[in-house]
C-alpha cells in the first residue's frame, strides 16, 4: 500500500496477485471475455494503462467477479497508503462482507491514529495483534543475512547480544529496519574495530546507535553530515556540569537546548563513560560515505587517550551517583581526589566539577576541609594545571554556558582566566615559531604554522613586531611569496574586525616598516622589493579592515 493513491491501483494489484491462484471457474470467467495466454500480465497491464475506468476488466470481467472466500489477501504499509483511511478500509470492506475474503492488515498503527480510524476500525477489523518482538530473538534472524557474506561479523554479533539487546531495549527501539540500518553501518566498520580494544567497540557501537536512530527519527537530516552540532564536546565533566546546572523545580525544562544537551538527555543519563565522539562515523551514518582510513586514524588516537586511575577516580566521586558508595570508599576516594587535585593532576576544566562537587561535600561535612580550604586548594591545584599545554575552546564555552551557583560562577571565572593565560602562552610559542620560520626559511614550518591561524588565534598581538620584521627582510623569495599569500587569507573575512582588531597596532608598525625600507633604499633586488610592495599593499587592505 505504500504511496498508493487511487481505488483503480489497489484493483489491479488484487488481481495480479490472485492470478497464480485462480481457480478452473475463474478461469472460466476471465476466458470469456478475452483469451487468457501465458503473458495475461501484459494484457491486464495493458487494459489498465489504456482503460478510462477500472471497473470493468477485460470486457466486463470485474475484480468483484472473482472468488474470495478461499483467499486471504494481506495489505501492507496501511499506514503509508494516501488514499484517505476510512475509503480505503470501506473498498477493502466491501470484499470482507460480501465476498467472504480474509483479510490481514500490516501497519504502524501509531502512525495513522485519528478518529475516522478508529471508527472505521471498530465495524471491519475484528482482532488486533501487537507485534513486538523480543530482541533476543529479533537480533539474530537480522544478524543471519551475514552468516554466508561476512561469517566473522555475525559471530562478533552473536557473542554482543546482550550488549545490542541492553542498548536497544533502554532506547526503547524495536524497529526492525532501524535495527536493521544499524548493523549494516557496523559491518562496514568492522574490519577496523574489530582490532580495537574492548572500551573502543563499545564506544563504535553506542556512538553508531545513536547517531542512526537521530537521523531515523528524523531528528537531524543527511545534509548535517558536515555540521558536528558540537558533539565533540560531550564528555564526562560536560554531563555532570550539566546536571548540576539543571533546577530542581523543572523550570530549566522550558529554555532552548543545545544539540549536545538534547542527545545527554535522550541516550547518556546511563551512558556517558561509554561515549566517544567519531567525526568519520557521524559523516558515514549522515552521507553514506564511509573514509574507513578516517575512521582508522580515529581509533589510533582514541588509542592514546588512556584514562588514567586520577580521572576514574575523580568520575567515581564527582559523580552523581557518590550516594551508591561504601562509606570507606568515598572517605577513601575522596581523599585520593583530593590529592590529585591540589597537586594539579587534572585538566583546568576538570577543577569547575572539583569545585562544584567539593563544595558540596564541604558544606553537608562529608570532608574535612572548609569552603576556604577547597576554594584555596583547588586554586593551588589548577595553578598547577594550568603550565600544560592542552586547552578546549569549546569546553571553556561549555562551562560558561551552563547555570550554576555564584560561588560556581565565580570559580569559572577563575578557571576562564586559566584558560586565556594558556591560550597566550601558547600564541606566544606559536609567534616564535613563525619568526623562527621566516628568519631561517623554514618553508616546511611556515606552511604547518599558517594555515592554524583561525580567528580565536590573536598571533600578531602576542607577536613580537620588532622581530617579525627583521624576520621578514631576511627571508628568502620563496619563503616571502607564500608568507604573503597565507597572510591575506587570514583577514579575507569581511567581518575580520569583529575578531582581529586588536592586531591592527602590529599591522600598522610593518606597513610603516615596509614604506620606510621602500623609500629610503636605493639598491637590492627588485624581485624582493616587488613582494615588499606587494606585502604592504596587503597590509594597506587589512589595516582599513581592522579600523
Request: with cysteine.
Amino acid at each position: 500500500m505504500n504511496g498508493i493513491s487511487k481505488i483503480e491501483t489497489v484493483e489491479y494489484h488484487m488481481f495480479l496477485g490472485l492470478i497464480p491462484y485462480l481457480s478452473n471457474n475463474d478461469n472460466k470467467i476471465i476466458k470469456s471475455a478475452t483469451k487468457f495466454i501465458s503473458n495475461a500480465t501484459n494484457a491486464i497491464t495493458k487494459f489498465f494503462t489504456k482503460s478510462s475506468s477500472a471497473s470493468d476488466i477485460f470486457n466486463g470481467v470485474v475484480v468483484e467477479n472473482l472468488n474470495y472466500s478461499n483467499k486471504i489477501i494481506c495489505f501492507d504499509d496501511l499506514e503509508r497508503c494516501q488514499i484517505p483511511i476510512e475509503e480505503i478500509l470501506g473498498f477493502i470492506n466491501n470484499f470482507i462482507e460480501h465476498k467472504s475474503l480474509k483479510v490481514l492488515f500490516l501497519a504502524d498503527e501509531t502512525k495513522i491514529e485519528s478518529d475516522k480510524y478508529r471508527q472505521a476500525k471498530e465495524k471491519i477489523i475484528r482482532h488486533t495483534v501487537n507485534f513486538e518482538p523480543s530482541l533476543e530473538e529479533l537480533i539474530p534472524q537480522l544478524a543471519k543475512k551475514f552468516i554466508k557474506t561476512d561469517p566473522d561479523y555475525y559471530n562478533f554479533l552473536i557473542t554482543e547480544l546482550s550488549t545490542f539487546t541492553e542498548i536497544f531495549t533502554e532506547y526503547k527501539e524495536n524497529n526492525l529496519r532501524n535495527i536493521s540500518f544499524v548493523l549494516d553501518c557496523l559491518q562496514l566498520l568492522f574490519p577496523e574495530f574489530r582490532k580495537a580494544k574492548k572500551e573502543f567497540q563499545s564506544e563504535t557501537i553506542l556512538f553508531t546507535i545513536i547517531i542512526s536512530m537521530e537521523l531515523k527519527k528524523g531528528h537531524i537530516q543527511s545534509t548535517d553530515y558536515s555540521d558536528p552540532k558540537n558533539l565533540s564536546s560531550i564528555n564526562f565533566s560536560y554531563y555532570q556540569m550539566l546536571k548540576a546546572g539543571r533546577k530542581d523545580d523543572g523550570s530549566d525544562e522550558e529554555r532552548d537546548k543545545s544539540y549536545a544537551e538534547i542527545i545527554c538527555d535522550r541516550y547518556l543519563s546511563k551512558r556517558i563513560e561509554q561515549y566517544y565522539y567519531f567525526g568519520s562515523i557521524y559523516k558515514f551514518v549522515l552521507s553514506g560515505y564511509l573514509d574507513l582510513s578516517e575512521y582508522k586514524k580515529q581509533l589510533a588516537h582514541r588509542n592514546t587517550l588512556v584514562t588514567s586511575q586520577e580521572v576514574l577516580d575523580l568520575r567515581t566521586v564527582a559523580n552523581y551517583n557518590f550516594r551508591t558508595l561504601a562509606q570507606k570508599d568515598f572517605e577513601c576516594l575522596s581523599k585520593v581526589v583530593w590529592k590529585n587535585a591540589i597537586a594539579g593532576k587534572y585538566s583546568i576544566y576538570d577543577y569547575v566539577l572539583l569545585a562544584d562537587f567539593y563544595f558540596f561535600f564541604s558544606d553537608k561535612e562529608l570532608i574535612k576541609e572548609t569552603i576556604d580550604e577547597v576554594k584555596s586548594g583547588l586554586i593551588k591545584g589548577l595553578n598547577i594545571a594550568k603550565k600544560g599545554n592542552n586547552t578546549d575552546n569549546y569546553q571553556m564555552s561549555n562551562l560558561l554556558a551552563f547555570k550554576s551557583t555564584e560561588r560556581i560562577q565565580e570559580f569559572k571565572k577563575i578557571v576562564s582566566q586559566a584558560h586565556e593565560e594558556m591560550k597566550s602562552g601558547q600564541h606566544r610559542e606559536l609567534a616564535n615559531r613563525l619568526v623562527a620560520s621566516l628568519s631561517t626559511n623554514d618553508l616546511t614550518a611556515l606552511k604547518e604554522i599558517m594555515p592554524t591561524l583561525g580567528l580565536d588565534i590573536h598571533l600578531f598581538n602576542a607577536i613580537n613586531k620588532e622581530n617579525l620584521l627583521a624576520a621578514i627582510f631576511v627571508s628568502s623569495n620563496a619563503t616571502l611569496h607564500y608568507f604573503i599569500k597565507l597572510f591575506g587569507e587570514r583577514y579575507r573575512f569581511s567581518n575580520v574586525r569583529d575578531f582581529l582588531h586588536d592586531e591592527k597596532p602590529c599591522i600598522d608598525y610593518l606597513k610603516t616598516g615596509l614604506e620606510n625600507y621602500l623609500a629610503t633604499s636605493e639598491s637590492g633586488e627588485g624581485l624582493k622589493k616587488l613582494m615588499f610592495r606587494e606585502l604592504k599593499s596587503e597590509l594597506d587592505e587589512i589595516s582599513k579592515k581592522l579600523s
